[in-house]
């Protein structure tokens, strides 16, 4: 078996899902017609605040939390609903959103450059 490194994961992972940018995610938020999900660690969303309206969903737990059979399932979980995940700048919120996709999400996508680009694109963010 051949290995690959973690770039080639999240490269292969970006080429099987959706990456809408800054604008597209902040237009989606506007229109009240996603699910933002923050993957951070809680260290982080401290640190640097997150995007407002964003629940906070940890990468460790997304599978668990998205899978309905799970017992640590969340409602906002829901195969039906438009969901996208974001990180601190897009390497495990395209993993975790090609996991989703293999849970049977189809309105997956994850914010292309996370947290990074919308804040250098001068997006609001909150106190987390």
Not at 56 to 79: C, L, N, Q, V
Request: aromatic share 6%; hydrophobic share 40%.
């Amino acid at each position: 078996m051949t290995s690959q490194t973690v770039a080639a994961l999240v490269a292969d992972a970006k080429q099987q899902i959706q990456n809408p940018t800054v604008d597209e995610v902040s237009s989606e938020l506007a229109a009240d017609s996603i699910v933002l999900v923050d993957i951070r660690e809680p260290e982080e969303r401290a640190t640097t605040g997150a995007i407002p309206g964003a629940i906070h969903a940890e990468r460790g737990m997304i599978e668990f939390y998205a899978d309905p059979t799970s017992p640590y399932h969340r409602p906002e979980f829901d195969t039906e609903r438009r969901i996208i995940l974001y990180c601190a700048s897009g390497g495990r919120s395209a993993l975790a959103t090609k996991s989703l996709q293999l849970l049977g999400y189809r309105r997956v996508a994850h914010l292309d450059g996370g947290l990074k680009t919308w804040a250098a694109a001068g997006q609001p963010l909150e106190a987390a």
